[in-house]
């Protein structure tokens, strides 16, 4: 593809829908291709061709057929007399003029039909390819119109995902809770800033662990039942222990419920820091045995 301006690779930064011209005859439309995360990894090239200009060709082929057949006639006309060049003439006349007209772009002329001999028959040829070529740019000039609808259309979804992604984005990584995605075996899919900044690890470290690599050691023996309770459930509040990457161990009350996240049922936890919590409640412990 001769793409002389970069729409492809401006299209591959921004993930603009875009269109450009190779040529007077050929139009292309690049769209961007993105993963189930979001992430862009190619573009999609769709080339159309006007068929007005072969139209147009066509038109001057058959104007140029019938101009040079005009002539013929009118040379023969000439020799068989007067009164039979008054009976040619008048029809050829007619379509000499529809003939420059459909050659102008007016292609809703028609030629009366006159006598059925072969200058009738030439008329009536005449007005089928007219017919012909109206109906045929009738249907390009829908098509082209359907294509940009459909154009527009993917563009406003494509905007409108865009800012629903951004926003998602924003409060998934803004939340002052952690937010665990994992699968239903347990591996991690997705996490937020506080989830791995709190347990002091990176995003990529988080991502490569199993839950079971974060829980406290006495959680994971009811990880499975857990696990279990929530698939059938559908939303389940738990309290559980997670590990930090420096070895100390921090409680936290898990939301978890399941949902649909990229086309597959994951798990959704919101995760809450209840350390302050069980402070508290073990200052109070302690003062309703003393008093």
Known sequence: TRDRDGEVAKTLRDGRARTFSENDRSRQV?????????????AVIMEYTPLYEEIHLDILEHV???LLFYLAVLALSLLIGYLLSLHISRPLASLQDAALRVASGDLTVSVDRGAKDELGSLTNSFNTMTKGLSWSRDQQTRANDELQAEINLRKQADEALRLSEEKFRSLFEDATDAIFILDLEGNFIDVNRTAYERLGYTKDEMLSLHISQVNAPEFNEILRDRITRIRTEGRVVIESGHRKKDGSVMPVEVNARTLEFGGKTVIFSLVRDITERKRIDAVARTSEEKY
Do not use: E, K
């Not at 690049?30 to 995360?37: K, Y």
């Open 64 to 66: 140029t057929r019938y």
């Open 30 to 42: 690049v769209l961007p291709l993105d993963n189930d995360r979001g992430a862009r990894i190619g």
